[in-house]
């Protein structure tokens, strides 16, 4: 499980950014970040329902840069990062920012899996 803080330093990266850098984003990042867990909550909670898992009960409210953040690596390790690297990173570059929207965008709707199964016809 990654925590606020190593999601950040991911972001911060793609984002071109060094360590001098993430005072700037650091005040905007925890807001950003939860925004973007809310607006996931259910597709975190379906791709976890996929993979036999319980779903969260509660939407996580992450009130440090230590808390962690209990969602699927698909998301920890690329969706979040790249969904707040465009809200944050749009103050800098606005064609850059647009790009990591864009890709968060996308990359969100491709977690999900189809999977088929064999059924017994209810039919005689």
């Known amino acids: 499980m990654m925590t606020a803080r190593e999601i950040f330093k ?18 905007f990042w925890l807001g950003t970040l939860n925004w973007i ?17 319980e779903p969260l009960q509660n939407m ?9 953040v209990d969602y699927e690596d ?11 690297a ?13 790009e990591y929207k864009n890709k968060y965008e996308f990359e969100r709707t491709q977690v999900l899996e189809a999977k088929y199964e064999d059924i017994e016809s209810g039919y005689i």
């Open 10 to 27: 991911t972001a911060v990266t793609m984002m071109f950014g060094e360590q001098a850098d993430e005072q700037d984003y650091e005040p």
């Open 37 to 53: 867990l809310a607006e996931n909550f259910k597709t975190n909670n379906a791709l976890r329902a996929l993979r036999g898992k």
């Open 86 to 98: 465009g809200y944050i990173y749009t103050d800098d570059d606005k064609g850059v920012g647009a």
């Open 74 to 84: 698909e998301f920890t390790r690329y969706i979040l990062p790249m969904g707040c």
């Open 60 to 68: 996580p409210l992450i009130a440090d840069m230590d808390g962690e």
